[in-house]
């Protein structure tokens, strides 16, 4: 085993579980509310390149994102935060009874937890319904949603506290993501090593050359054996 690194910590949607059968699922949401949810997207955009260019944290950020998007959309703030809440944060979770997760997820995370590694999960969305219905709720030592500490990934924030919760160094933790910029380079320069999930169709077309991981895996089999051997 790498004795280094004393946690592995996961991004969650389309890390742990594939995004495309989420989406189906939303399908008809999709459709309904596209206006709004696109608007919701260019503001969460948005954020994070303010980030970028200006880095710290947004002290109250679910105000400051419903101020943005409401501003976009031409509503009253308060009216777009319950939306936000009650569609997005909320609504979505009930789809997680029925989503499957990877394969050997779960026996991955019992190797790595039976190894002594302690498990971590920081997600830009809250998480811990849906690790519920999902059933891997009890695999975690933390679980931390992004916004909750002033900031989107990949700013250092999210990724410090999480260091911070683990009781670890950034350099003890490897951080485990499907996304380049968001999850690779956020983890990166926080310090952390990473690990990116990559599917069949990006290994064949190499896209993911140009991201500086630490480690790609396809399989999960394969992330384990790269822990533990």
């Given at each position: 085993m790498n004795h280094e690194i004393k946690a592995v910590a996961f991004d969650l949607d389309g890390t742990l579980y594939p995004n495309w059968r989420l989406n189906i699922r939303?399908?008809?949401?999709?459709?309904?509310?596209?206006?709004?949810?696109?608007?919701f997207g260019k503001i969460r955009k948005n954020i994070r390149l303010r980030q970028e260019q200006s880095p710290g944290i947004f002290t109250d950020f679910y105000d400051f994102q419903a101020h943005l998007t409401a501003q976009l959309l031409g509503h009253q703030p308060q009216l777009i935060k319950e939306k936000i809440e009650k569609l997005i944060y909320q609504g979505w979770e009930k789809h997680f009874l029925k989503i499957k997760l990877f394969p050997n997820v779960i026996e991955t995370l019992t190797k790595l937890k039976e190894a002594g590694?302690?498990?971590?999960?920081?997600?830009?969305?809250?998480?811990?319904?849906?690790?519920?219905?999902?059933?891997?709720?009890?695999?975690?030592?933390?679980?931390?949603?992004?916004?909750?500490?002033?900031a989107l990934k990949?700013?250092?924030?999210?990724?410090?506290?999480?260091?911070?919760s683990l009781g670890l160094k950034p350099s003890?933790?490897?951080?485990?993501?499907?996304?380049?910029?968001?999850?690779?380079?956020?983890?990166?320069?926080?310090?952390?090593?990473?690990?990116?999930?990559?599917?069949?169709?990006s290994m064949k077309s190499r896209k993911f050359s140009h991201i500086k991981a630490d480690f790609?895996?396809?399989?999960?089999?394969?992330?384990?054996?790269?822990?533990?051997?």
């Open positions: 939303l399908l008809p949401f999709l459709i309904k509310e596209w206006r709004f949810l696109r608007g590694l302690k498990l971590g999960l920081l997600s830009d969305f809250p998480a811990a319904n849906k690790l519920k219905n999902l059933r891997i709720e009890s695999f975690w030592d933390t679980v931390l949603c992004s916004e909750d500490t002033g990949p700013a250092k924030e999210p990724f410090m506290e999480l260091a911070n003890q933790i490897l951080y485990v993501g499907d996304s380049g910029f968001k999850d690779i380079f956020g983890a990166k320069r926080s310090g952390m090593k990473t690990a990116l999930k990559i599917n069949c169709l790609f895996f396809i399989d999960y089999r394969k992330l384990s054996d790269f822990m533990l051997k």
